[in-house]
């Protein structure tokens, strides 16, 4: 198929529509832009996966709290087709904010237990705005494959639900965190690290590992492997602000006291303005 970018809904509804009809299979990976390699990895898994792979571009108002990056959300969508094009998606679905959210807007879909905790809590409008953009994409597009990564683990979750309460016929796939050489989750924000606080950032993913070998060696007290944490990224990361390390149970996000091979310790730090999650499976 041809490389297309479809700006309206209509012309999306009718793409998928022929896509359909000529029973080929969609995979769908949803992106704000400015897009790296950790999202290229979503639509080449995609394209193992599926006939046609539709990236939708999209940063989202709706799961941005008014004190939050909206309006500074890096966007380069010259460079994002580039990319998608020589990755090999077809479809680049790119609507307007005020086609998905007319003024008489009015309809969101809550996920309600799993988005208390972690993001929810520093964040309680953000996965209100989530499951609504994925929810319309999900409609507007019609994929057999939904791609998400496992970097915002806490909304794959969520989505999973979402798709499973509401019985969408579509196949979730979780794809894992590709990180920079120094274990730096790769992320559309980190190019608004200065350098000193780019030099911190690895302090996120080594305390994760440092979870992780502290669990493997028999300790199970959350607790103590959050205090080994905490001094980790106190001492290598000095100019972090923890929101959050947490310790839930996999699939339900239910906290934990003892640490388990089903537990995943997730973590928010703010460096400088820059806030960065990050997570780990302990086991
Ligand atoms: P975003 O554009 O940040 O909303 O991300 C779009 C999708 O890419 C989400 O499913 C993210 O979880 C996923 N993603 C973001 N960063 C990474 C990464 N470093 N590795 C794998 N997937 C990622």
């Not at 998608?84 to 609507?95: D, E, K, L, N, T």
Request: proline share 5%; hydrophobic share 40%; aromatic share 8%.
């Amino acid at each position: 198929m041809k490389f297309t970018v479809s700006r309206s809904i209509g012309t999306q509804q009718r793409l998928s529509r022929k896509i359909i009809t000529q029973d080929k299979s969609i995979a769908l990976v949803p992106t704000m832009g400015f897009l790296h390699q950790g999202h290229l990895s979503l639509i080449r898994r995609g394209l193992r996966k599926a006939d046609i792979v539709v990236t939708s571009i999209f940063v989202n108002p709706a799961q941005f709290a008014p004190h939050e990056d909206f309006n500074q959300y890096p966007r380069d969508h010259k460079s994002d087709l580039q990319k998608i094009r020589s990755a090999g998606g077809q479809i680049v679905f790119m609507p307007k904010a005020s086609d998905i959210y007319p003024v008489d807007y009015e309809t969101y879909v809550t996920v309600e237990n799993m988005t208390g905790a972690l993001e929810g809590k520093s964040r309680p409008t953000h996965f209100r705005g989530v499951t609504t953009i994925v929810a319309q994409l999900f409609n507007i597009i019609r994929p057999d494959f939904a791609l998400f990564g496992m970097k915002d683990y806490q909304q794959a979750m969520v989505l999973k639900k979402m798709c499973s309460d509401l019985n969408w016929p579509i196949k979730m796939i979780i794809v894992p965190t590709l990180r920079e050489k120094d274990g730096l989750a790769m992320s559309s924000r980190n190019k608004y690290l200065s350098p000193l606080l780019r030099a911190e950032a690895p302090a996120l993913y080594q305390s994760l590992l440092a979870a992780r070998q502290s669990a493997r060696r028999g300790e199970t007290g959350a607790a103590a492997i959050r205090r080994q944490m905490k001094r980790l990224i106190d001492k290598a990361a000095p100019s972090g602000k923890i929101d959050y390390i947490a310790f839930t149970e996999m699939e339900s996000l239910i906290p934990v006291r003892r640490v388990d091979k089903n537990t995943v310790v997730s973590l928010a730090v703010k460096l400088g303005p820059i806030r960065l999650i990050d997570n780990l499976k302990i086991a």
